[in-house]
């Protein structure tokens, strides 16, 4: 009985020891309190599609948002490359005269372009467009005209614009704002030619 138990014994630690020394995976691992936990890098993921169905009312809504984000955003992107050219041309400015001059040319310039089209857009497209050269400025609509073409030409166009009912010291803040995280999220996928 002693030789089938020490047998047995001398078995199992024999089967022990292989299955220890088998061909194993190396992965890494972290410590956190004493113990070992592995760890894997997997690459990002984004979803873009929305957990739960959308009722009819709410597809009409985002199908509207998206169809004035995209109308709208070439416009703020405009808007963001007119201002980096012509603020480098003004940082290069001789004198306040010559930057006067390139001030009331910008003006000049952002009228004749953009006139016309602002003035047909929607209300709804207004607000989001106002939101969208924040967005891509880091400045509001009414500060930019402000600096360009002083107070008294950015009172009058406020007054205009709340008039109409949109607001040109709008901020855009995804992080706090659904509206404008939605926003952010259709711009993604325009960038990114989802949509």
Known sequence: MKKIFCLSFLMS?????????????????????????PMSFL???????YVTP????????YSKLIR??????????????????????????????????IRKQAMKDIENKFSGKVKK???SQGKILSKLIYRQTGRSSYTLIKN?????KAFFVQTTAKAMGVSL??????????????IDRIIYCIDNGKI
């Open 148 to 152: 360009f073409a002083g107070g008294t």
């Open 169 to 182: 010291d709008a901020t855009f803040d995804p992080a706090n704002n659904e509206e404008d995280r939605i």
């Open 121 to 123: 857009l929607k209300k």
């Open 43 to 49: 690459e990002p993921v984004l979803v873009t599609s």
């Open 54 to 61: 959308l009722s009819v009312q709410e597809q009409q809504k």
């Open 68 to 101: 004035d984000v995209r109308k709208v955003y070439p416009y703020a992107k405009q808007a963001e490359s007119l201002l980096l050219s012509y603020s480098t041309l003004i940082s290069n400015a001789q004198n306040e005269s010559q930057k006067d001059k």
């Open 13 to 37: 630690l024999a089967v022990a020891g292989f299955s220890q020394t088998g061909g194993g995976i190396t992965i890494f691992g972290t410590i956190y309190q004493g113990d070992t936990i």
